[in-house]
């Protein structure tokens, strides 16, 4: 059965430039999910998206944006990167209250 | 801030012994899941309980909630080496968003 794929898998950026991750939720998953997860800690949320609308914002820095296409496909988008933004970043989709699927995550490494 | 607090933060274990992770919350929940994670890879999803069940099993695993408490419980019996891997609950608050909360987790490593 077809997972949440994210790209990349390892990502690895200077400080002040930007990254786009991506996320594809599984077919006919109406919403999806992005965490944070630093090392050693555990996962953060930063925003959901619902049929392409945004649906919740948790901690997100201002310099972080995201979206989700017409294809339900999401990009999270960061810009002026910071060494603390240095983390595992993973993506979730759900077709409801249950049943959250995430993928592998994408690392990212500023240096 | 946080919803879900694990306890232990790391547990130690022999091959073939129990191994008991706790996690409290602090708000209404319509469920509450566990996850394992594998040292710095994916989240696997390994069990959900609902806020009007008690207790659920799954294979060697088991389950239980206490509403009351504002607490859960996972067990893994008989555990085995492969079982080595970080555990997280996490909570979906009830009435809020349809976002998960994660704890920050019980590293468990069974020795062989």
């Known amino acids: 059965a077809a997972g949440v794929i994210q790209s990349p898998r390892h990502l690895i950026k200077e400080k002040r430039e930007t990254a786009t991750l991506k996320c594809y939720p599984i077919?006919?998953?109406?919403?999806v999910y992005w965490y944070q997860q630093g090392p050693g800690q555990d996962p953060q949320f930063l925003i959901s998206f619902y049929e392409k609308m945004q649906s919740d914002k948790g901690s997100i820095p201002d310099r972080f944006s995201a979206q989700q296409f017409s294809d339900y496909h999401s990009e999270l988008n960061m810009s002026s990167l910071e060494l603390g933004d240095s983390a595992l970043y993973f993506c979730a989709s759900s077709p409801g209250l249950a049943g959250y699927t995430f993928g592998s995550g994408t690392r990212l490494t500023v240096v | 801030s946080q919803q879900g607090e694990e306890d232990p933060q790391a547990l130690s274990i022999q091959e073939g012994e129990n191994a008991t992770m706790n996690c409290s919350y602090k708000t209404s929940i319509n469920n509450l899941q566990w996850y394992r994670q594998n040292s710095g890879r994916g989240l696997v999803h390994l069990i959900l309980?609902?806020?009007?069940?008690r207790e659920k099993h799954s294979g060697r695993l088991r389950v239980t909630l206490d509403t009351s408490k504002k607490s859960s419980s996972l067990l893994i019996t008989a555990s085995r080496a492969a079982d080595t891997a970080s555990y997280f609950c996490a909570t979906l608050t009830q009435g809020g968003s349809e976002k998960l909360v994660f704890g920050k987790g019980t590293k468990l490593t069974v020795n062989p």
């Open positions: 077919p006919r998953h109406d919403t």
């Open positions: 309980i609902r806020s009007n069940e």
